[in-house]
Each structure stands twice: as C-alpha cells, then as structure tokens.
C-alpha cells in the first residue's frame, strides 16, 4: 500500500511539471489532447458558461463572465501547487513517513503538513524529516517550490502583456468600424474619396496583429477567454471584421490592390483556424446564413452610395460565398463557444460608437439623440 502511494506520488509530481512546462514554458502548441490544463479548462468553462447564459441582461452576463479568464488562471495555478503538495505527501507517506514531530504520532495529514510548509518555503521547524532519504524528499521540494513561485511571477505578466497588446488594435475599430464593427462600415471610414491608402495600411497593422494573436494565443490558450474592456468589442468578433474586409478586397473593389487583403486574409484565416483546433471545436457554418443574396444586393448598393463598385459585379456574390465558406465555420464556433456575438456585414441599427458616449452622455443619446453615426 504504502509503496503503491509512492509511485502515485511520483507520477503526479512528474505529470504536474509536464503539465506546467507545457502551458507555461513552452512556446507552441500542444497536439496531445489529454492534458490537465486542457480538462480543467473544459470542465470549467461547460460549467461557467452554463450558469452565465441563464442570464437574461446583456451587460451583466458579459460582466459575470469576465471574471472567468484572471479567476481561472488564479485557480489552474492553485491546483497545481495543491497537486504537487498532494504528491510529495504522498511520497512521504510511501517511504514510511520518516517524519519527527511534537504529537510524536505521524499520520498521513504529517506528511501533507509537512510538504505544504516545504513547499511554500515556510520553513517553521515543527515537523522536521529524519536523516536519510526524507530529508533528500524536502530539500527537492523546497527548490520545487521555489521554481514554481518563480515561474508563476513570471508568467503572469506575460499574459497580461498579450492581452494588452490585442486589445490596442481592437480598440481603434470603434472609431474606425462602429460599435459594433462591420466590414461596410469599415470601407466607408476609409475611403472617403476612393483612396485606399489608410485603408491599406490599416488592414497591412491586421495582418501584423492576426501573428501576434496566433502566437500569443497558442502559447497561452488562457488569453481566449479574456474578455476585452469595453462593450460592444470582443476579439473573435474584429478577427471576423477583418476576415470580412479582406474578402471584399480579394473578390475586388475599386483603388483597392488584391494583394493586400489576400496577405491579411491568409494570416487571419490562419488564425482561426488554428485556435479553433486548440479548443477542440468543430467547424459550424452560421445559421442562419449571415450574408443572404437579399443582404448582398443591400450590401452592394451601399457601397455604391460610397463609389465603391466590385470590379466583376456578375461573379462577385459567388466568389465572396466561396471566401466565406472558408473561415465563416471558424469564427462562428468560436464565437459561439467564447459567447460572443459575430458581427454583421452591414450595420443593422445607426448607433452611437463608444467613444462618442459615456455614462452621461449615454442618457442624453437615449433622450435627444444628440449623436449621428460618423460617415464620410
């Protein structure tokens, strides 16, 4: 029995590292599926999420919600120091409990009282490990212990650095896409006069930043579920503005060079793809279908409105249709898994962006409707 709990012990100690240096030190992604990170994520979101969409109020289910990402990473954190305390305990345990302490009666609750105060450095002197291999068990543990503080102060900050570093790009869309964003929108912002030059390079700061999440969000898959900071923006939602944009310039509208929307089309596809597969989500094409032949034709004469005209009209519906099978599946089942929205191609209701508004002003826009949606 005893000899059992040691192996056990052993194991656990050997899995948690395993688990710890591939989330945090290793820098790609992990194909092995049966990880504890990767369980303890999906048990406890399918929790989390489940409460939170009983939520009727928007604003609140988003709030509650935000708590998830920081709290989760707190508490994967904690099961891993609990587990590896477990284990050394048990380690403890299987070697005979060679412990001397004050009630001069060692139990296993010894052992697991033991590895707590080693392995979080406490170093109290009340129960003290005699001389041979237990005390060989306690130095490793102590340094244990003291890699682990280590590599959590390091890796927290990281992750709040990526998750600023998304977030910078997303905020600019509320000025530059509305809040929501939408791809026309976006066109109208950009090219008041059919100069694609703004519009080129902001799609060229896409590109770079679909790299950033895609590295960023492979190496610490946590970053997915942090929530971005103001309403009405959510990552999956301006990945798929982008994807949106980039379709339209490859199908081919007027000034606007096709290489630089595919160059920002590849990446951002690329991106979704591959998160899609770090959740182990299952491509699902949106239901119902987000841009119909009725809303193209909307979409269409809008656009003509800007003077912005699709260089082959006849073929242009077919070919966007062909693009948008080609990431449309990804961004949906992320969105639907993240529980955000996806946005729409066209705005649907003429709101105010949030940078216009604050908690006064907010009243006021409900009341006088003081605001109109910026256009060029």
Same mark, same amino acid.
């Given at each position: #029995?005893?000899?059992?709990?040691?192996?056990?012990?052993?194991?656990?100690?050997?899995?948690?590292?395993?688990?710890?240096?591939?989330?945090?030190?290793l820098?790609?992604?992990?194909?092995?599926?049966?990880?504890?990170?990767s369980?303890?994520?999906?048990?406890?979101?399918?929790?989390?999420?489940f409460?939170?969409?009983h939520? !009727?109020?928007?604003?609140?289910?988003?709030?509650?919600?935000?708590?998830?990402?920081?709290?989760?990473?707190?508490?994967?954190?904690?099961?891993?120091?609990?587990?590896?305390?477990?284990?050394?305990?048990?380690?403890h345990?299987?070697?005979?409990?060679?412990?001397?302490?004050?009630?001069?009666?060692?139990?296993?609750?010894?052992?697991?009282?033991?590895?707590?105060?080693?392995?979080?450095?406490?170093?109290?002197?009340?129960?003290?490990?005699?001389?041979?291999?237990?005390?060989?068990?306690?130095?490793?543990?102590?340094?244990?212990?003291f890699g682990?503080?280590?590599?959590?102060?390091?890796?927290?900050?990281?992750?709040?650095?990526?998750?600023?570093? !998304?977030?910078?790009?997303?905020?600019?869309?509320d000025?530059?896409?509305?809040?929501?964003?939408?791809?026309?929108?976006?066109?109208?912002?950009? #090219?008041?006069k059919q100069?694609?030059?703004?519009?080129?390079?902001?799609?060229?700061?896409?590109?770079?930043?679909?790299?950033?999440?895609?590295?960023?969000?492979?190496?610490?898959?946590?970053?997915?579920?942090? !929530?971005?900071q103001?309403?009405?923006?959510?990552?999956?939602?301006?990945?798929?503005?982008?994807l949106?944009?980039?379709?339209?310039?490859?199908?081919?509208?007027?000034?606007?060079?096709?290489?630089?929307?595919?160059?920002?089309?590849?990446?951002?596809?690329?991106?979704?793809?591959d998160l899609?597969?770090?959740?182990?989500?299952?491509?699902?094409?949106?239901?119902?279908?987000?841009?119909?032949?009725?809303?193209?034709?909307?979409?269409?004469?809008?656009?003509a409105? #800007?003077?912005?005209?699709?260089?082959d009209p006849q073929?242009?519906?077919?070919?966007?249709?062909?693009?948008?099978? #080609?990431?449309?599946?990804?961004?949906n089942?992320?969105?639907?898994?993240?529980?955000?929205?996806?946005?729409?191609?066209?705005a649907?209701?003429?709101?105010?962006?949030?940078w216009?508004?604050?908690p006064?002003?907010?009243?006021?826009?409900?009341?006088? !409707?003081?605001?109109?949606?910026?256009?060029?």
């Amino acid at each position: #029995m005893r000899i059992l709990a040691a192996i056990v012990g052993i194991l656990f100690v050997l899995l948690i590292l395993q688990d710890c240096v591939e989330t945090i030190v290793l820098p790609r992604r992990v194909a092995r599926r049966f990880r504890f990170a990767s369980l303890f994520y999906r048990i406890t979101w399918r929790a989390g999420s489940f409460f939170v969409r009983h939520i !009727r109020s928007n604003n609140r289910r988003e709030y509650v919600i935000s708590f998830y990402g920081p709290l989760s990473l707190l508490l994967l954190l904690i099961c891993w120091a609990c587990g590896l305390i477990l284990a050394v305990a048990l380690i403890h345990f299987g070697i005979g409990s060679r412990l001397q302490a004050p009630e001069k009666v060692v139990t296993f609750w010894t052992d697991l009282y033991l590895s707590g105060t080693t392995f979080f450095t406490l170093g109290l002197g009340d129960v003290t490990p005699l001389p041979g291999i237990a005390r060989l068990i306690v130095i490793l543990e102590g340094g244990l212990g003291f890699g682990f503080l280590a590599l959590v102060i390091g890796y927290v900050p990281v992750i709040y650095q990526a998750f600023s570093h !998304r977030e910078a790009l997303i905020t600019t869309l509320d000025a530059r896409a509305g809040s929501p964003p939408s791809a026309v929108e976006l066109l109208r912002r950009h #090219m008041p006069k059919q100069d694609p030059v703004d519009l080129i390079a902001y799609l060229r700061n896409w590109e770079f930043w679909c790299t950033e999440v895609l590295e960023s969000h492979l190496s610490y898959p946590v970053l997915m579920y942090y !929530r971005s900071q103001h309403e009405r923006e959510s990552w999956p939602a301006s990945l798929t503005t982008i994807l949106d944009v980039s379709a339209l310039v490859m199908v081919g509208i007027d000034s606007v060079p096709e290489q630089v929307g595919r160059f920002t089309f590849a990446i951002a596809r690329h991106a979704a793809v591959d998160l899609t597969q770090t959740l182990y989500l299952e491509p699902a094409a949106p239901v119902p279908d987000r841009l119909t032949s009725k809303a193209f034709l909307e979409l269409s004469n809008q656009l003509a409105e #800007m003077g912005i005209y699709f260089n082959d009209p006849q073929t242009a519906e077919i070919r966007l249709k062909n693009l948008r099978h #080609m990431y449309e599946p990804y961004v949906n089942v992320l969105a639907r898994h993240l529980l955000t929205s996806m946005p729409d191609w066209i705005a649907v209701n003429e709101t105010i962006d949030d940078w216009q508004t604050s908690p006064w002003d907010h009243f006021a826009f409900t009341t006088q !409707r003081p605001y109109k949606k910026i256009s060029q």
